[in-house]
């Protein structure tokens, strides 16, 4: 507010016969009003703009992580508790703001990397989460379901494998079951393995592959979708590879550009259902992933620099979009399938 002072010579003499204390006291009056109507870009123009005191410079996408993650191998499926260093999910990092206040959400894959992000998230956006890995992966999921319940939420474990329709039936049951309900199915789990030449390339390997990218997901949407309410929300996890396929991983890229074809056909169909399909698709990132598919040592050497940031990323980059997906604030996007690659696609 603008202050007028008075001074004595103001307040002692009469003009006009009008007092002139009182009419300057009219006139800080108008004065003050007028500067509260006044728009603050406006006001900026008249005064130095006054900085908040809680400035943060934002952080430099390129530094943030590191950029030299080492070569290291474990057999399939790999424990993320076990890699050195370990894949940031968001443990101490990723804050909630209630995004996704009471919604049950159904996340595969979702002891490690990407989905152990995107069930931390959503914990800490307000959602009870049940998760999906292989037994052999207990280890790494106990660590997911202490981290939700410590957000005060209801957290699930449902071991077992994704390449039986059965257990895809049962899983999406048990969910519901547990939860109350389902809103959230995040397709997340998936298998690749270096190949980089088909004359060698194992049928058994293909059979997983699309076993576990494919049918998987086809059998636990329609699970999902029988039971979904309007405002429910299926996220799939495509990849880069999709689009820039990798003369290496030739039955993984074709499952994941498959996922997007899928993705926005799903969309259309179950629209008139009121639940939204889309997809994330994520460039390479630090996960077990990265380290059991025996590849050649300098794999995870030549990632490191594979993006025009020039670093891998983490998972706790891709989960932003997931929450985003699957929120009622992005009740319009449906069909879509967002890349997080580093710029590299
Ligand atoms: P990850 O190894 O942490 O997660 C994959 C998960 O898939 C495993 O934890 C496992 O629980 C699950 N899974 C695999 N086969 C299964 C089966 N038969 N039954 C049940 N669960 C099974 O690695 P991630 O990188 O976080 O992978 C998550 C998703 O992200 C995958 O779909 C992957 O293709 C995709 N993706 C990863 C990258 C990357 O660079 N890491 C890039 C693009 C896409
Ligand atoms: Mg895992």
């Known amino acids: 507010m603008k202050k007028i002072f008075l001074t004595t010579a103001e307040t002692s003499s009469a003009k006009d016969g009008v007092d002139v204390s009182r009419r300057n006291m009219i006139k800080s009056v108008a004065i003050a009003g007028l500067a509260a109507a006044v728009p ?27 950029n030299n993650q080492p070569a290291q191998e474990q057999a399939w499926s790999g424990l993320q508790r076990n890699m050195t260093p370990r894949p940031d999910c968001g443990e101490t990092s990723y804050r909630g703001s209630g995004r996704l206040a009471g919604r049950r959400a159904l996340i595969t894959g979702g002891d490690s990397g990407i989905g152990r992000a995107v069930a931390i998230a959503y914990a800490r956006e307000g959602a009870n989460v049940a998760i999906n890995y292989l037994p052999e992966e207990e280890l790494d999921a106990a660590e997911v379901i202490d981290l939700i319940r410590r957000e005060g939420r209801k957290a699930v474990a449902i071991p077992g494998d994704l390449r039986s329709e059965e257990f895809c039936r049962n899983l999406v049951a048990r969910a ?18 270096f190949l980089p030449d088909i ?4 049928s058994e390997k293909f059979d997983q592959t699309i076993k576990t990218n494919l049918y998987a997901p086809f059998w636990l949407s329609k699970a999902a979708i029988a039971v979904m309410k309007p405002g429910s929300a299926i996220v ?24 997007v074809a899928f993705t926005s056909a799903l969309a259309k169909q179950v629209a008139k259902r009121g639940i939204r399909v889309n997809g994330v698709a994520p460039g390479p990132i630090w996960t077990p992933m990265q380290i059991y598919f025996e590849a050649p040592a300098n794999n995870v050497e030549n990632l490191n620099a594979s993006t025009p940031l020039g670093r891998m990323g983490q998972p706790v980059e891709m989960s932003p979009l997931y929450v985003t997906l699957a929120e009622e604030a992005g009740s319009f996007v449906t069909g879509s399938t967002w890349s997080a690659d580093g710029g590299r696609l």
């Open 236 to 259: 799939f996890t495509s990849s880069v590879t999709a689009f820039s396929p990798a003369d290496a991983f030739l039955d993984y890229s074709a499952t994941k550009a498959a996922i």
């Open 176 to 193: 519901e079951r547990e939860l109350g309900g389902l809103d959230i199915l995040v397709n997340n789990a998936g298998y690749g393995w």
């Open 40 to 66: 603050l870009t406006a006001a900026a123009g008249r005064a130095p703009a006054q900085q908040p005191d809680d400035v943060q410079p934002a952080g430099d996408p390129r530094t943030r992580f590191p």
């Open 199 to 202: 004359l060698e390339h194992p």
